[in-house]
């Protein structure tokens, strides 16, 4: 019998390469455990990595599951099955009933949509524009007369035989679900639940039943083309995701896990997996260290702080501004304008697990685009790859352990990764395989620091004004590259690092977002009459969003005075095309004057976003959605203090030294062992902080310095 620990909590992070675990127990304290991501069976990596977390206890999990999963509270899954569904096209059979006349809308798409992820050369050239392939073919796509005006009035009739027939011959046709979207079904549901009713009735007339989708229950607002998007996701993409879910679930139901499997979404809530729109959750993999940073912000007095993510396939970046995330409204994925609202990230082809090739003409080398993820992985992990990666290069350097891989429990192979890069690139170019392997990791690095440079300058800020945290399983390793030279006030990491989007979901409280369009319009001049009437529309919409979130979170065990309410609406400048998020600083507007602070409220937010200039009153103000965040809090990681002790590491967390490629030639390196720096202790370069999930690399010039917080912060010596 292992460590006898009381478990709270559990944070899951399926990435592309890695599955990463998270481990909380009654007294805050968590561990962090990490195995390779299985994308046919999930539940297989969620398991082997729950197995290596509960080693570091003295755990079986194995054999002990059954003593801890039942007294466990939640358990929080983030990961990428369902985009990987909607990037391989591989989701399921759906059929779509549309307003007739519409029934083109996915082949017309959004005009973004057809240039989405080009690079700029093709953007400002249309010839290079193609339309996508729709995800839902025309031949199961049928249009039905009906009409509700934008004022929410049934102008046209819905026409039920019409509905019949569509139904009939999509079922004919085979379809694994139907989805529905009438325009302004957002205002006024009445005939899309008709279409539902009808639609039940034919299924059981028939004994053949599919599910039904509709957008007035899964996605009520406005913008129809991403609305359609949104729809078929949940359809396509969403339901073969959440039988992944499913199956990791039985698994813990099998040991005693007495709850359902809860979900990071992209807009940083926390859902059930049984959650209608759970199509929200395609983008939750890297939310989650978000989330975690939004933690650290507000816990440790950073109120600015510059998220960075690198991990096999991507180098994603997040802002955090005076202790919050921001939030964007549409995203585009798989070259697809989606309604999903999602913390604000920007992500490029940066990952340790980049395919390197030479171009045979030019004898450039190439980064990417592709990974080569889990499976097979790098050339080192001996799975049938034999193009090089980047991992492969940061082996055969000498910074990477290849004893020590995953703490030892994954073997790695040095001879092969030398072997595949000095075959495939060093020698075409005729240089020296180690010289080629640094600047592979100068090229990779300069990539990443470019995009921090671009991701502040389109914003307006400066790296000055913030604090950078490095976190993914090759974040620590890269993190003195691609900062280097950007005036930072502080570049630290933390030893849970590779396991950073896991913990960010343990941090985050139970949290649904609800949003609802409306038509709330403040022309210049507004009299307090117009202001008032307003305002009783805003608290209206806030209302019927707090009914429905309390009887959903209900219905998932929560208490209704467990239920906290922040109450939200999305403004803008009359005719400008972006709103802005604004927390209500009153619950309920019921005056001219309670209209005005909202609107102060979104000025101040306004101006701290863009700048001040960019205010612009004089043209009144509209509201075109509502929102509400409902959230229950919960227990999260404990952020630990330790005394400071002294700038030598103790004995026991030196490991010797090993020959590391530096600068052109070998070097020296003094190796660490990240766990048992202390606070206080020093680390100058050239070293490597070696942990079980990361490798820290400090550079010539660079030390570390371990704060009370076991941060790890990297300065100039």
């Known amino acids: 019998m292992g460590d006898q620990r009381d478990i709270v909590l559990i944070g899951s992070d399926a990435g592309g390469t890695m ?48 003593n801890y999963l039942p007294g466990i509270a939640g358990i929080i899954y983030s990961g990428t099955s369902m985009l990987n569904t909607l990037l391989t096209r591989t989701g399921k059979k759906i059929g779509i009933i549309l307003t007739k006349g519409f029934e083109d809308s996915l082949i017309h798409e959004r005009g973004i949509g057809v240039h989405a992820s080009y690079g700029y050369q093709d ?67 009445q005939h899309e639940m008709m279409a539902a009713a009808i639609a039940r009735e034919i299924m059981k007339e028939r004994s053949q039943e599919v599910p039904l989708y509709l957008s007035c229950e899964i996605v009520p607002i406005t913008r129809e083309n991403s609305r359609l998007n949104a729809l078929v996701l949940q359809a396509y993409g969403a339901e073969p995701a959440r039988e992944q879910l499913f199956g990791i679930e039985r698994m813990l139901h099998q040991d005693g896990y007495k709850h359902p499997l809860q979900v990071a979404l992209a807009d940083g809530g926390i859902a059930n997996i049984r959650y209608p729109a759970l199509f929200k959750a395609c983008f939750s993999g890297p939310v989650g260290g978000i989330l975690g940073a939004k933690y650290l912000s507000q816990e440790m007095d950073m109120p600015n702080l510059l998220c960075t993510d690198m991990g096999g396939t991507s180098f994603d970046l997040g802002l955090i501004m005076g202790g919050e995330c921001s939030i964007l409204r549409e995203i585009e994925l798989a070259r697809t304008v989606l309604n999903i609202p999602t913390l604000v990230m920007d992500s490029i082809g940066a990952g340790c697990g980049m395919y390197l090739s030479i171009d045979p003409e030019s004898k450039r080398v190439d980064i990417g685009p592709d990974s080569a993820g889990a499976d097979p992985g790098p050339v ?44 495939k690139c060093a020698d075409p ?81 139970y949290l649904h977002r609800y949003q609802k369009s409306t038509l709330v319009a403040l022309p210049p001049g507004s009299d307090d009459g117009m202001k008032q009437f307003m305002a009783m529309t805003v608290s209206a919409s806030w209302a019927e969003l707090e009914e429905i979130a309390a009887r959903e979170m209900e219905e998932e065990g929560f208490k209704r005075e467990e239920i906290s309410f922040k109450q939200v609406a999305y403004v803008r400048y009359s005719q400008q095309l972006e709103d802005v998020e604004v927390i209500s600083p009153l619950p309920r ?127 100039e010596v």
């Open 19 to 66: 599955t990463d675990m998270l481990v909380v127990d009654k007294a805050g304290e968590f561990i962090v455990g990490k195995a390779s991501t299985t994308p046919r069976d999930q539940s297989i990596g969620f398991a082997n990595s729950m197995i290596d977390a509960a080693e570091y206890w003295g755990m079986d999990w194995q054999k002990e599951a059954k």
């Open 123 to 189: 953007k400002i050239h249309p010839v290079s524009h193609i339309h996508n392939e729709p995800f839902v073919p025309k031949k199961l796509i049928r249009g039905v007369t009906e009409r509700i005006s934008m004022f929410g009035e049934a102008v046209v009739p819905l026409y039920q035989g019409e509905v019949r027939e569509a139904v009939a011959d999509l079922l004919d046709r085979g379809v694994e679900g139907i989805a529905v979207l009438f325009l302004w079904s957002y205002l006024n549901p």
């Open 380 to 423: 080192c992990y001996m799975m049938g790859n034999e193009t090089p990666t980047v991992m492969d290069c940061v082996l055969i350097l000498g910074i990477l352990n290849p004893d020590y891989y995953l703490g030892g429990k994954v073997e790695v192979d040095w001879d092969a990764a030398y072997k595949a890069i000095k075959e």
């Open 429 to 509: 170019l005729g240089i020296d395989p180690y010289d080629f392997a640094e600047g592979v990791l100068d090229l990779i690095n300069v990539r990443m620091r470019e995009h921090i440079g671009t991701v502040l300058s389109v914003r307006g800020y400066s790296p000055a004004d913030y604090y950078v945290i490095g976190y993914g399983g090759a974040g620590p390793t890269f993190l003195a590259g691609y900062t280097a030279g950007l005036p930072f006030k502080g570049v630290f990491t933390v030893p849970w690092a590779a396991a950073f989007s896991a913990f960010g979901c343990a941090a985050a409280d």
């Open 589 to 715: 507007l019921v005056t001219a004057q309670d209209m005005d602070k909202l609107i102060e409220a979104f000025e101040e937010t306004y101006s701290r976003k863009y700048v001040h200039a960019a205010m612009f009153p004089e043209v009144g103000y509209q509201i075109f959605e509502i929102g509400l965040l409902a959230t229950v809090s919960r227990p999260k990681p404990l952020l630990r203090k330790y005394p400071l002790e002294g700038k030598t590491p103790p004995g026991e967390a030196e490991k010797g030294t090993r020959q590391v490629y530096f600068g052109g030639e070998w070097r020296k390196a003094n190796l660490y062992e990240m766990d048992l720096l202390r606070s206080g202790n020093e680390v100058e370069g050239l070293a490597v902080i070696e942990a079980p999930s990361t490798t820290m690399f400090v550079p010539l010039g660079k030390k570390v310095i371990v704060d009370e917080y076991k941060r790890c912060w990297l300065k």
